[in-house]
């Protein structure tokens, strides 16, 4: 088995339901930019995504019921970034022991809380791999499940094969995750390459939103900008 196809069979094997390998040439600057020289030497993403629980997702609009609280941040949030977590910490592994240099990206870890980002971004590696586009939610959609899904990478400089390039913006006419989002987060700008985040998002909004929920009950959470995206939704919108 060719050393492309031996590693997305693992990835499958660890429970990954998307897999694709970004080429990041072309965007070298953004990512020393944004994660500094520890990410320089690197050339491919191996980016892997595993779906949330659609059951749970639709649940959000009443997500005020510690019970469905608790659901989301579980298996929405630890259990899957937990095993992606393992999942990218094997692939590197496996990665390594060809020869290569290979930098597990995690699932869910801030590094700059002045920023509000990560060393690395996820949903570039894998808007890059061609497995969805960057919706006005600033969430990366993908044509089957639109953002409910969670995202880690392997950083690597193996020759891999990329994947494909970055599909189309779906978005339309769309503004569902604008409307809804109670603190007014995004601008409804579409995306566009080299465009700063905040030109789209006002990620500190969202944050003392959340901060706030949390302030109250240790368990707030929200995710309705994830619940509301037609690409992927099953259940009709709630009117809540
Ligand atoms: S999680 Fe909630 S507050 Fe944050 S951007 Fe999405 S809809 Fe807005
Ligand atoms: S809710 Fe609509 S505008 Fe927002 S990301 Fe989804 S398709 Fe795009």
Partial sequence: MDPDSKLESLAERLGADFYGVADLGPVLGTVVEQGGNVVAGYHRAVSVGIKMVGEIVDMLPRREEP?????????????????????????????????????PVPASKRYDDEL???????????????????????LLVTPEVGPRVRWAAVLTDAPLEATGAPEPERCGDCEECVSICPVGAFTGRAFTEGEPREARFDARACERYLTGLRSCDARGVCGLCVYVCPHGRTAAPDAD
């Avoid at 393992?86 to 496996?94: C, D």
């Avoid at 690395?120 to 586009?133: D, I, P």
């Fill in 116 to 138: 509000i980002r990560a060393i690395f971004s996820n949903k570039m590696a894998a808007r890059l791999a061609g497995l969805g586009w960057i919706g006005r939610s600033c």
């Fill in 67 to 103: 019970s469905v609280a608790a659901r989301y941040m579980h298996h929405c949030y630890d259990v899957i970034n937990y095993k992606l977590d393992n999942m990218t910490s094997r692939l590197a592994t496996e990665l390594r022991s060809a020869g290569h240099a290979a930098l």
